[in-house]
């Protein structure tokens, strides 16, 4: 069974500061998933990470995967308010000869304070 | 952009109801899926279907059956309601399985 975690759950950050959240996961997978979601709304996607190597950026979010560590990251640079919100790395496992099963993590729930 | 629309944002049955969750999609996808997202767990996986009148099981699909009746519908049953199927639902679709999934703003069922 894929187990997907994410590391740390709740993270506090200065504006200004950089950081790193973590997610593990514990089968095979060459597809990672990263979304964020903000309170009462719906999932954004933000990075999708097909291969072992990838990676990916966006203004201050810089996403990588590592499929043989089975891990992906993903770093936030010089951190504003703006990024206060749920990040989840989600795993696509191959299933016969297709893919589309997600398995998420539990979670990242960000703060950015002054 | 991409449109998933579920019909109710809030919703309050009562034990041993049947329940419908609906959920349409305007882009045409192929694959839709439902989730319940719980605080602490994530998403989980309770059904998808890559075609119409196809459905797959996911990790949860437990008290639970689905319907794609229509490409651009999918229907999320809870056969008899129980408290422990309190929870925010979560519909996505996506064009195929190698682009990623759209989701809805999501619908909080309350049992009581």
């Known amino acids: 069974e894929l187990k997907v975690e994410q590391n740390p759950l709740f993270l506090s950050m200065q504006e200004g500061k950089n950081y790193t959240i973590y997610c593990n996961y514990s089968?095979?997978?060459?597809?990672l998933y990263w979304y964020r979601q903000d309170p009462g709304k719906s999932l954004e996607s933000l990075f999708v990470l097909l291969s072992n190597g990838a990676v990916k950026q966006e203004g201050r979010l810089m996403a990588s995967l590592d499929t043989k560590a089975r891990l992906s990251t993903l770093h936030i640079t010089a951190a504003v308010h703006d990024l206060s919100a749920t990040y989840f790395c989600a795993v696509d496992k191959l299933l016969g000869t297709s893919y589309g099963k997600l398995t998420f993590g539990q979670g990242t729930i960000l703060t950015v304070h002054p | 952009d991409v449109k998933v629309t579920q019909s109710s944002r809030y919703l309050v049955k009562r034990t041993g109801e049947k329940v419908f969750l609906e959920c349409v999609q305007d882009m045409d996808h192929e694959n839709m899926f439902w989730y319940r997202q719980d605080p602490g767990l994530g998403l989980r996986l309770i059904y998808f279907?890559?075609?119409?009148?196809?459905?797959e099981k996911g990790d949860i699909p437990e008290g639970y059956s689905v319907s794609r009746e229509k490409k651009e519908r999918f229907s999320l049953i809870l056969e008899s309601a129980s408290t422990n199927q309190t929870s925010m639902y979560l519909c996505?679709?996506?064009?195929?399985?190698?682009?990623?999934?759209?989701f809805g703003d999501g619908t909080r069922l309350s049992i009581l």
């Open positions: 996505a679709s996506s064009l195929d399985f190698y682009q990623p999934q759209h």
């Open positions: 279907s890559y075609d119409v009148k196809m459905k």
């Open positions: 089968t095979t997978s060459d597809r």
